[in-house]
Nanobody, 121 residues
Framework: QVQLVESGGGLVQAGGSLRLSCAASGRTLSYYAMAWFRQAPGKEREFVAAINWNGGSTDYADSVKGRFTISRDNAKNTVYLQMNSLKPEDTAVYYC??????????????WGQGTQVTVSS
């Protein structure tokens, strides 16, 4: 099975940046689409971004489009989420998910433990 581990979260001021990483073990990510989701306390898990197997195709939620960039380095078996111009509304636990390229959290079989992102105003 695939094990996913997120890292890179933290506390930043509004307008700041963070880069999240999702490292996979057990299997290579080279031929699998991956996604990022986030979940704030008391709210459902929501789609953030997705990327196809080679990084040639991406999809973003409207709320993050133009600010966030999903990318991958298959040689390192890692998926990234570069988050710029962060807003307090971005505060959530961010999860890496796979395999798949869908906006529905129910379509993913593998999830990381999550990494907390907190954006202060």
């Amino acid at each position: 099975q695939v094990q996913l581990v997120e890292s890179g979260g933290g506390l930043v001021q509004a307008g700041g940046s963070l880069r999240l990483s999702c490292a996979a073990s057990g299997r290579t990510l080279s031929y699998y689409a991956m996604a990022w989701f986030r979940q704030a306390p008391g709210k459902e898990r929501e789609f953030v971004a997705a990327i196809n197997w080679n990084g040639g195709s991406t999809d973003y939620a409207d709320s993050v489009k133009g600010r966030f960039t999903i990318s991958r380095d298959n040689a390192k078996n890692t998926v990234y989420l570069q988050m710029n111009s962060l807003k307090p509304e971005d505060t959530a636990v961010y999860y890496c998910a796979g395999p798949g390229n869908s906006r529905s959290s129910q379509r993913y079989n593998y999830w990381g433990q999550g990494t907390q992102v907190t954006v202060s105003s």
